[in-house]
């Protein structure tokens, strides 16, 4: 069934399909993206993590105006991975960036490396909303943020694919899950309602969420 088709891409984009289907995203959440790189006001010294970069604009945009800051991308397609690398090769080839292979919920990297994590449009997706916070919190740094950014479910269900795959979480669902973590949670709704920014604190960081 399409529908279903379509989902199984949204989740994990692969091959050709899935670099049109990265590509539509882009479009289609680019004032999503741009919210996003407002809020994490990325800057001098941040270590960056993005979990799902796709085919990495979001890290591209980022880098390219943070010229001291640091970027690791991972996501779970190899076709978006290499996609990722592709937009990013020069940042990439400098040391500045790196792109893998990876799993929000199961984190390859230390504790406390990270002052800024953030996804577009995961957490739909993610098996284990608690334990995947837990790690999240795990790899920031004390004052780190991290943001989590996703359609409200009443946006979502106006797409019929989203029956397929999708997990729709309450906002208290998604506050209590960061609450558990550790972290102090504030809610940004953006794109007049349709969509919210999720910014989990780890203590008071000082980020400006006007």
Not at 116 to 126: A, D, S
Not at 149 to 172: A, H
Not at 192 to 203: H, L, R
Request: net charge positive; hydrophobic share 40%.
């Amino acid at each position: 069934m399409l529908r279903k088709f379509i989902s199984k891409n949204l989740a994990k984009p692969d091959g050709f399909v899935g670099k049109i289907v990265l590509r539509v995203l882009n479009r289609h959440n680019r004032l999503m993206y741009d919210e996003v790189i407002r809020l994490l006001d990325v800057g001098q010294g941040d270590v960056v993590l993005e979990a799902g970069c796709g085919n990495g604009v979001v890290l591209n945009t980022l880098a390219k105006r943070a010229g001291d800051a640091s970027f690791v991308g991972i996501d779970i397609s190899q076709s978006a991975v290499e996609a990722a690398i592709r937009q990013n090769k020069t940042f990439v080839k400098n040391g500045r960036m790196k792109v893998d292979l990876g799993d929000v919920a199961k984190l390859s990297f230390a504790d406390e490396l990270f002052t800024k994590v953030y996804t577009i449009n995961t957490v739909y997706f993610w098996d284990d909303l608690n334990a995947t916070m837990q790690e999240i919190y795990r790899v920031l740094r004390p004052n780190g943020v991290f943001i989590n950014t996703l359609y409200t479910n009443e946006t979502l269900k106006k797409y019929s694919y989203t029956q397929y795959g999708y997990k729709f979480f309450s906002t208290q669902e998604l506050e209590q899950a960061g609450n558990n973590a550790g972290f102090a949670v504030k809610v940004i709704p953006i794109m007049d309602g349709a969509a919210n920014c999720f910014i989990y604190m780890k203590q008071d960081c000082g980020l400006n969420l006007q």
